[in-house]
Structures are given as structure tokens and as C-alpha cells.
């Protein structure tokens, strides 16, 4: 942030928490995909059901970047590849 990025978050159970502890630079998405808009790159640090079956679609549709950061495993690899995206992930091979 301080370097100038954009971060906008979404959890659907710990926003009001979230609020209280980040920067207050973050913005904040009313559902998965609008966090999405125009977007360089997805982190996932959380394994909400409403994550587990992206719409892959949409995802490239909204993103400007393709690259994700899967900190939970809970894409399929092959999957995203597919898809277009860059995807990396822990504990697994990632996919260029």
C-alpha cells in the first residue's frame, strides 16, 4: 500500500474485524468478484465455501491480471491453467 498498490478484500464472516485491524487505505468488496475489478493479481488466504468453485470465467473477465496466489489449496491446478491464469500455490507444483 505504502508503495502505491491497490488491496481490496473480501471474507464473508470477518470484515468488521478485518476493518478494525488493516490499513486504512484497504477497500473492502461486497461479494467474491468484486474484489476482482480490474485486479493485477487474487491472493486467497482464506477456505470459505463461496471460494471453492469460481466461476473461472467471470475471474478472467474482471481480472486485468491473470496471476493467483492460492494460500489455502483450494483451486484445482489444472483447472486455473486452463483458464490462463499463473497460479501458485503451497505445497503443490504451481502452474506457470
Known sequence: IEAGARVCAYDPAAMEEAK???DKKVEYGKDP????ND???LVLITEWP???LP???KMK???KGKVIFDG???FEPAEIRNAGFVYYC???ESVK
Not at 468478484?33 to 476482482?36: A, K, S
Open 20 to 22: 478494525k485491524v488493516l
Open 33 to 36: 468478484y468484486d474484489v476482482l
Open 39 to 41: 485486479a493485477d493479481a
Open 50 to 52: 463461496e471460494f471453492r
Open 55 to 57: 466461476d473461472v470465467e
Open 61 to 63: 473477465k474482471l481480472m
Open 72 to 74: 489455502r489449496n483450494i
Open 90 to 92: 503451497i505445497g503443490r
